[in-house]
Protein backbone atom coordinates (compact mmCIF):
# COMPACT_ATOMS: atom_id res chain seq x y z
CA UNK A 1 0.00 0.00 0.00
CA UNK A 2 1.78 3.47 -1.23
CA UNK A 3 0.75 6.14 1.36
CA UNK A 4 2.75 8.38 -0.70
CA UNK A 5 1.43 9.14 -4.32
CA UNK A 6 3.53 10.81 -6.34
CA UNK A 7 3.53 11.48 -10.35
CA UNK A 8 4.55 12.41 -13.17
CA UNK A 9 6.53 9.30 -12.70
CA UNK A 10 9.44 10.98 -15.40
CA UNK A 11 9.16 14.51 -16.92
CA UNK A 12 10.73 16.48 -19.21
CA UNK A 13 11.08 20.09 -19.27
CA UNK A 14 12.37 22.76 -21.26
CA UNK A 15 15.14 25.12 -20.25
CA UNK A 16 13.80 27.92 -18.56
CA UNK A 17 10.11 26.44 -18.07
CA UNK A 18 8.16 25.52 -14.53
CA UNK A 19 8.58 21.70 -13.92
CA UNK A 20 5.69 20.83 -11.60
CA UNK A 21 5.25 17.70 -9.59
CA UNK A 22 2.34 16.25 -7.49
CA UNK A 23 1.85 14.19 -4.48
CA UNK A 24 -1.25 13.05 -2.36
CA UNK A 25 -1.37 10.95 0.74
CA UNK A 26 -4.43 9.70 2.55
CA UNK A 27 -3.03 9.54 6.14
CA UNK A 28 -4.24 12.61 8.06
CA UNK A 29 -1.99 12.17 10.87
CA UNK A 30 1.35 13.45 8.40
CA UNK A 31 2.15 16.65 9.81
CA UNK A 32 5.54 16.96 7.81
CA UNK A 33 5.95 17.23 4.00
CA UNK A 34 9.80 17.01 2.56
CA UNK A 35 10.87 17.14 -0.90
CA UNK A 36 14.06 15.12 -1.38
CA UNK A 37 16.91 15.46 -4.59
CA UNK A 38 18.74 12.55 -5.49
CA UNK A 39 21.84 12.91 -8.35
CA UNK A 40 22.65 9.96 -10.21
CA UNK A 41 25.50 7.76 -7.97
CA UNK A 42 24.11 10.13 -4.70
CA UNK A 43 22.14 10.10 -1.53
CA UNK A 44 18.85 12.06 -1.35
CA UNK A 45 19.27 15.48 -0.33
CA UNK A 46 16.64 17.81 1.48
CA UNK A 47 15.51 20.42 -0.86
CA UNK A 48 12.71 22.01 0.89
CA UNK A 49 9.97 21.00 3.34
CA UNK A 50 6.14 22.69 4.45
CA UNK A 51 3.91 21.54 7.45
CA UNK A 52 0.66 21.60 7.17
CA UNK A 53 -0.34 24.61 8.57
CA UNK A 54 1.18 26.56 5.69
CA UNK A 55 -0.37 26.78 2.15
CA UNK A 56 2.78 27.49 0.16
CA UNK A 57 6.82 27.61 0.92
CA UNK A 58 8.97 29.33 -1.25
CA UNK A 59 12.84 28.50 -1.46
CA UNK A 60 14.90 30.69 -4.62
CA UNK A 61 12.75 28.87 -7.48
CA UNK A 62 11.52 26.20 -5.61
CA UNK A 63 7.84 26.16 -4.22
CA UNK A 64 6.12 23.54 -2.40
CA UNK A 65 1.95 24.23 -2.84
CA UNK A 66 0.13 22.11 0.26
CA UNK A 67 -3.56 21.72 0.11
CA UNK A 68 -4.72 20.00 3.15
CA UNK A 69 -8.12 19.78 2.38
CA UNK A 70 -7.41 17.50 -0.67
CA UNK A 71 -4.23 15.89 0.75
CA UNK A 72 -2.01 17.01 -1.94
CA UNK A 73 1.04 18.66 -2.54
CA UNK A 74 3.34 20.14 -5.35
CA UNK A 75 6.72 20.81 -6.09
CA UNK A 76 7.46 24.13 -8.43
CA UNK A 77 10.79 24.26 -9.87
CA UNK A 78 10.86 27.76 -12.14
CA UNK A 79 12.91 28.77 -14.55
CA UNK A 80 14.06 25.15 -14.95
CA UNK A 81 18.01 24.72 -15.58
CA UNK A 82 19.65 21.67 -16.89
CA UNK A 83 21.47 21.42 -13.69
CA UNK A 84 17.74 20.82 -12.33
CA UNK A 85 17.93 17.38 -13.54
CA UNK A 86 17.79 15.06 -11.20
CA UNK A 87 14.62 12.35 -9.26
CA UNK A 88 13.02 14.39 -6.71
CA UNK A 89 11.32 11.84 -4.09
CA UNK A 90 8.22 13.42 -1.90
CA UNK A 91 7.85 12.20 1.59
CA UNK A 92 5.55 12.67 4.58
CA UNK A 93 5.61 11.65 8.10
CA UNK A 94 3.19 11.18 10.97
CA UNK A 95 2.81 13.28 13.84
CA UNK A 96 3.14 10.41 16.35
CA UNK A 97 4.90 6.89 16.84
CA UNK A 98 8.26 6.49 15.35
CA UNK A 99 8.46 9.79 12.97
CA UNK A 100 9.92 7.42 10.14
CA UNK A 101 9.71 8.83 6.44
CA UNK A 102 7.60 7.57 3.61
CA UNK A 103 8.53 8.30 0.46
CA UNK A 104 6.77 8.63 -2.85
CA UNK A 105 8.05 6.59 -5.59
CA UNK A 106 10.18 9.17 -7.33
CA UNK A 107 9.97 11.52 -10.17
CA UNK A 108 12.70 11.54 -12.89
CA UNK A 109 13.06 15.11 -13.86
CA UNK A 110 15.44 15.85 -16.94
CA UNK A 111 15.53 19.31 -18.06
CA UNK A 112 16.37 19.97 -22.22
CA UNK A 113 18.02 23.28 -23.91
CA UNK B 1 34.19 16.32 5.56
CA UNK B 2 31.72 13.47 4.82
CA UNK B 3 28.82 13.65 7.48
CA UNK B 4 27.48 10.06 6.49
CA UNK B 5 29.59 7.93 5.02
CA UNK B 6 29.30 4.45 4.27
CA UNK B 7 31.74 1.22 2.88
CA UNK B 8 31.82 -0.06 0.86
CA UNK B 9 30.23 1.59 -2.21
CA UNK B 10 30.36 -1.29 -4.73
CA UNK B 11 29.80 -4.78 -3.50
CA UNK B 12 29.75 -7.56 -6.04
CA UNK B 13 28.87 -11.07 -4.24
CA UNK B 14 27.70 -14.55 -5.09
CA UNK B 15 24.55 -15.65 -4.13
CA UNK B 16 24.46 -17.34 -0.59
CA UNK B 17 27.18 -15.24 0.78
CA UNK B 18 27.83 -12.71 3.83
CA UNK B 19 28.29 -9.21 3.55
CA UNK B 20 28.33 -6.29 5.39
CA UNK B 21 27.37 -2.42 5.31
CA UNK B 22 29.43 0.24 7.34
CA UNK B 23 27.90 3.37 8.33
CA UNK B 24 29.40 6.24 10.20
CA UNK B 25 27.62 9.69 10.48
CA UNK B 26 29.96 12.68 12.39
CA UNK B 27 26.70 14.82 12.78
CA UNK B 28 26.06 13.93 16.49
CA UNK B 29 22.73 12.87 15.24
CA UNK B 30 20.77 10.88 17.78
CA UNK B 31 18.97 8.40 14.83
CA UNK B 32 20.39 6.18 12.20
CA UNK B 33 18.11 4.26 9.69
CA UNK B 34 19.10 1.84 6.38
CA UNK B 35 16.67 2.55 3.62
CA UNK B 36 17.01 0.46 0.45
CA UNK B 37 16.16 1.61 -2.75
CA UNK B 38 15.77 -0.69 -5.89
CA UNK B 39 15.55 -0.32 -9.20
CA UNK B 40 12.94 1.06 -9.36
CA UNK B 41 14.32 3.78 -7.62
CA UNK B 42 11.38 3.09 -4.66
CA UNK B 43 13.29 4.68 -1.04
CA UNK B 44 11.76 2.01 1.23
CA UNK B 45 13.12 2.31 5.35
CA UNK B 46 14.27 -1.03 6.77
CA UNK B 47 15.61 0.01 10.42
CA UNK B 48 16.06 2.95 12.56
CA UNK B 49 18.30 3.02 15.78
CA UNK B 50 17.62 6.34 18.14
CA UNK B 51 20.70 6.00 20.46
CA UNK B 52 22.02 2.63 19.64
CA UNK B 53 18.23 1.58 20.53
CA UNK B 54 16.10 -0.39 17.51
CA UNK B 55 12.86 1.71 17.13
CA UNK B 56 11.54 0.51 13.64
CA UNK B 57 11.69 -2.99 12.02
CA UNK B 58 10.05 -2.58 8.82
CA UNK B 59 9.29 -6.21 7.35
CA UNK B 60 12.29 -7.21 6.41
CA UNK B 61 13.43 -10.97 6.76
CA UNK B 62 15.83 -11.65 9.51
CA UNK B 63 18.66 -12.22 7.16
CA UNK B 64 19.08 -8.66 7.38
CA UNK B 65 20.48 -7.51 10.77
CA UNK B 66 22.06 -3.96 12.23
CA UNK B 67 23.68 -3.27 14.67
CA UNK B 68 24.53 0.13 16.55
CA UNK B 69 27.90 -0.29 18.33
CA UNK B 70 27.40 3.58 19.44
CA UNK B 71 25.48 6.62 18.27
CA UNK B 72 27.77 7.37 15.32
CA UNK B 73 27.56 3.82 13.74
CA UNK B 74 25.02 1.68 12.42
CA UNK B 75 25.95 -1.58 10.41
CA UNK B 76 23.99 -3.84 8.24
CA UNK B 77 24.77 -7.18 8.13
CA UNK B 78 23.03 -9.70 5.29
CA UNK B 79 23.14 -13.45 4.98
CA UNK B 80 22.75 -15.73 2.76
CA UNK B 81 22.44 -13.35 0.27
CA UNK B 82 19.75 -13.97 -2.42
CA UNK B 83 19.28 -12.34 -6.17
CA UNK B 84 16.28 -10.06 -5.01
CA UNK B 85 18.84 -8.21 -2.22
CA UNK B 86 20.17 -6.60 -5.48
CA UNK B 87 19.74 -2.70 -4.42
CA UNK B 88 21.32 0.44 -3.41
CA UNK B 89 21.37 0.63 0.63
CA UNK B 90 21.77 3.81 2.50
CA UNK B 91 22.54 4.47 5.64
CA UNK B 92 20.85 7.96 6.89
CA UNK B 93 20.84 10.26 10.11
CA UNK B 94 18.65 12.75 12.02
CA UNK B 95 18.05 14.60 14.99
CA UNK B 96 14.79 13.67 16.66
CA UNK B 97 11.58 15.53 15.29
CA UNK B 98 10.91 17.00 18.76
CA UNK B 99 14.43 18.85 19.81
CA UNK B 100 14.58 20.34 15.84
CA UNK B 101 10.66 20.88 14.87
CA UNK B 102 11.81 18.76 11.53
CA UNK B 103 12.78 15.49 10.53
CA UNK B 104 16.38 16.50 8.29
CA UNK B 105 17.24 13.18 7.02
CA UNK B 106 20.89 13.36 5.96
CA UNK B 107 21.95 10.33 3.61
CA UNK B 108 25.37 8.52 2.78
CA UNK B 109 26.47 8.14 -0.48
CA UNK B 110 24.68 4.62 -0.51
CA UNK B 111 26.13 0.83 -1.20
CA UNK B 112 25.09 -0.62 -4.20
CA UNK B 113 25.17 -4.79 -3.67
CA UNK B 114 25.03 -6.89 -6.55
CA UNK B 115 24.31 -10.12 -5.89
CA UNK B 116 25.38 -12.73 -8.61
Known amino acids: QQQVKQSPQSLIVQKGGISIINCAYE??????FPWYQQFPGKGPALLIA?????SEKKEGRFTISFNKSAKQFSLHIMDSQPGDSATYFC????????????FGTGTRLTIIP | DTAVSQTPKYLVTQMGNDKSIKCEQN?????MYWYKQDSKKFLKIMFS???????INETVPNRFSPKSPDKAHLNLHINSLELGDSAVYFC???????????????FGAGSRLTVL
Open chain 2, 27 to 31: LGHDT
Open chain 2, 49 to 55: YNNKELI
Open chain 1, 91 to 102: AARSNFGNEKLT
Open chain 2, 92 to 106: ASSQPVSRTGANVLT
Open chain 1, 27 to 32: NTAFDY
Open chain 1, 50 to 54: IRPDV
